[in-house]
């Protein structure tokens, strides 16, 4: 793990994919009102051409709306591809952030934690003339992750270069733990209290772990894989919600732009967070 971590390449290719059908350079795919996804590449660890999609605030020919916004690059679950995320995702996005999520070797970020910073370099000096150049706030650059990839957000927070960290049912690896003591940056730690894989007095001892500025949001109902685009799976393991995957998505979207919005401005977490409904939320 300490290979993969000390192993980031100070080399940075950044490839438009603007090919075979896709978006040209200036403009993404419209996926949702008021949203676009366009796709691209980044050079991660010296030789990894790593896939990237982004998401962020378009008109109706999928050009940027908006410059300078605040963006969240975002690692998925354990063996769940990106694009699983990308709906609620897309959520945020229509409040006027940009979202990345880069791709990893089978699908876990483990074999690929640099992977997020390869991305947040792309984000922060992309190839001229392209869709990215002045979207994102280099002042406003936050970093999340559902389940495993809550673990990988975590370690790529405390590798520096990000203003806030959301960690998403999950917790940070114990191994890690010494050098949490000196961390600095506003957390926010998401629990959802039907959760039957990260259950909420794991996440709670993983969030007692954190220095101040922090937040713990605990989540009415919700369930571990709702925090994607399927409870399917949730039922399948006899851990049915107590709410719909609408109502979940909008808890978690809302307290996710009340935290971000607070974190990337001014390094608190967000005195708005004790008005989310249906959620239990600790601040300190």
């Not at 876990?108 to 992977?115: C, M, Q």
């Not at 406003?140 to 960690?167: E, I, P």
Request: proline share 6%; hydrophobic share 45%.
């Amino acid at each position: 793990m300490r290979r993969l971590l000390t192993g980031l390449s100070g080399s940075l290719l950044l490839v438009l994919a603007v090919g075979c059908g896709r978006p040209p350079a200036d403009r993404g795919q419209v996926v949702a009102d008021g949203v676009a996804r366009a796709g691209l590449e980044v050079r991660a660890n010296g030789t990894d051409l790593v896939p990237v999609t982004v998401l962020f605030p378009a008109d109706g020919d999928g050009r940027p709306t908006a410059r300078g916004l605040p963006v969240l690059v975002y690692v998925q679950g354990g063996a769940v591809t990106p694009s699983r995320y990308e709906g609620r995702l897309s959520r945020l996005v229509a409040r006027g952030y940009v979202v990345a999520l880069p791709r990893h070797p089978l699908d876990l970020a483990f074999f690929g934690i640099d992977h997020g910073a390869a991305t947040r370099r792309a984000l922060l000096a992309p190839e001229p003339g392209s869709f990215l150049e002045g979207l994102v706030d280099p002042q406003r650059v936050g970093v999340g992750g559902h389940s495993l990839g809550g673990v990988v957000a975590m370690k790529l927070a405390l590798g520096g270069g990000f203003q806030a960290v959301v960690v998403e049912a999950s917790f940070s690896d114990p191994a890690d733990d010494s050098k949490l003591k000196s961390f600095t940056v506003p957390s926010l730690f998401l629990a959802a209290k039907q959760d039957c894989q990260a259950k909420e007095a794991q996440v709670r001892e993983g969030w007692d772990k954190m220095p101040s500025p922090t937040a713990l949001v605990v989540l009415e109902g919700v369930t571990h894989f709702q925090f994607s685009d399927s409870d399917a799976e949730d039922f399948k393991r006899s851990c049915p919600p107590d709410t719909s995957l609408e109502t979940a998505h909008a808890r978690i979207t809302a307290a996710l732009d009340t935290f971000l919005s607070a974190s990337l401005s001014t390094g608190a977490v967000g005195a708005g967070l004790s008005t989310l409904a249906g959620a239990e939320v600790v601040v300190r």
